[in-house]
């Protein structure tokens, strides 16, 4: 089970911190992806950190490298997104997923998906 929290209102340039809660068996053989979803737009891949036990990568689309950051809590189990420098087109609702596996990020297919948390960034 997946929880995603911390979206809102921001205004251009500012930051915000989305986090996933991650319940469930076996949390270490996951790797974790956060995906949005913009109006009239598909959903798209925005970054992803790989199983614990996989070597805990983090990896990102050309589009948020160097603004958005991913970071895991083992201990709170818990897949944080620092996002920096946040512009109007980053505007969208974010999910976070859940992928069994060893081998990377997106390389199986996302196995559960949490609820999405509203962001917008405008003045």
């Known amino acids: 089970q997946l929880q995603a929290s911390g979206g809102g209102l921001v205004q251009p340039g500012g930051s915000l911190r989305l986090s996933c809660a991650v319940s469930g068996p076996n949390p270490d053989y996951y790797a974790v992806g956060w995906f949005r979803q913009a109006p009239g737009k598909e959903r798209e891949r925005v970054s992803c950190?790989?199983?614990?036990?996989?070597?805990?990568?983090?990896y990102y689309v050309d589009s948020v490298k160097g603004r958005f950051a991913i970071s895991r809590d083992n201990a709170k189990t818990t897949v944080d997104l620092q996002m920096n420098n946040l512009k109007p087109e980053d505007t969208a609702v974010y999910y976070c997923?859940?992928?069994?596996?060893?081998?990377?990020?997106?390389?199986?297919?996302?196995?559960?998906w949490g609820k999405g948390t509203l962001v917008t960034v405008s003045s």
């Open positions: 997923a859940a992928e069994y596996g060893l081998g990377g990020c997106w390389t199986y297919g996302m196995d559960y």
């Open positions: 950190v790989s199983a614990s036990l996989g070597g805990n990568t983090a």
